[in-house]
């Protein structure tokens, strides 16, 4: 198991519902990203944390909410999702982010969403 | 096109076997090339990463990156079934954001 844990661990929601997953990494890292991973695509970033401090939004649909309340804590809210929006959601986090050199990102093992 | 382009298999090998897995991308800004494995039910671990051009060993692992021909490879010596898994290459220029591919999924079979 990584330093970053992710819950819960399968979520199955109506198109109606609003739930919210959860991520939180114990390695001391400034930064904390979600990913969405779609069957054979590439894992797709969504949001970036720096200092909880969102700087990066990839053009992400606002049934996507994130919350970033401490460094070590990372919420992503969800509301009147989409059948397309099933896939599994991954948490990261690296020491740094937008420095000059590449930093090491830590995954969690994903929430595996599916809405009906 | 897409910046990174990965053939997503699956690709099936028996134990023992020398595997070959590839990525090519179109961005020449690329310096760090990264192997991610993912486990079923599990999140990406980091494999190996190289800077730049070249060959990086690590026991059974060999990473290459040819810049030139803007193509990165993973090697795996002597097949494990315990390496049968999802593998993502990856790239990034550094302090932009991680570009991945979409996975090979291999199987070593007993």
């Known amino acids: 198991e990584t330093g970053v844990t992710q819950t819960p661990r399968h979520l199955v929601m109506g198109m109606t519902n609003k739930k919210s997953l959860k991520c939180e990494q114990h390695?001391?890292?400034?930064?904390m990203y979600w990913y969405k991973q779609s069957a054979k695509k590439p894992l797709e970033l969504m949001f970036v944390y720096s200092l909880e401090e969102r700087v990066e939004n990839n053009s992400v649909p606002s049934r996507f909410s994130p919350e970033c309340p401490n460094s070590s804590h990372l919420f992503l809210h969800l509301h009147t999702l989409q059948p397309e929006d099933s896939a599994l959601y991954l948490c990261?986090?690296?020491?740094?982010?937008?420095?000059?050199?590449?930093?090491?990102?830590?995954f969690g093992p994903g929430t595996r969403l599916t809405v009906l | 096109q897409k910046e990174v382009e990965q053939d997503p298999g699956p690709l099936s090998v028996p134990e023992g076997a020398i595997v070959s897995l590839n990525c090519t991308y179109s961005?020449?800004?690329?310096?760090?090339f990264m192997w991610y494995r993912q486990y079923s039910r599990k999140g990406p671990e980091l494999l190996m990463y190289t800077y730049s051009s070249g060959n990086k060993e690590d026991g059974r692992f060999t990473a290459q990156v040819d810049k030139s021909s803007k193509y990165i490879s993973l090697f795996i010596r002597d097949s494990q079934p315990s390496d049968s898994a999802t593998y993502l290459c990856?790239?990034?220029?550094?302090?932009?954001?991680?570009?991945f591919g979409s996975g090979t999924r291999l199987s070593i079979r007993p």
């Open positions: 990856a790239m990034t220029e550094g302090a932009s954001k991680i570009i």
């Open positions: 961005n020449s800004a690329f310096q760090y």
């Open positions: 990261a986090s690296s020491l740094e982010e937008g420095t000059s050199s590449y930093n090491e990102q830590f």
């Open positions: 390695l001391g890292h400034n930064a």
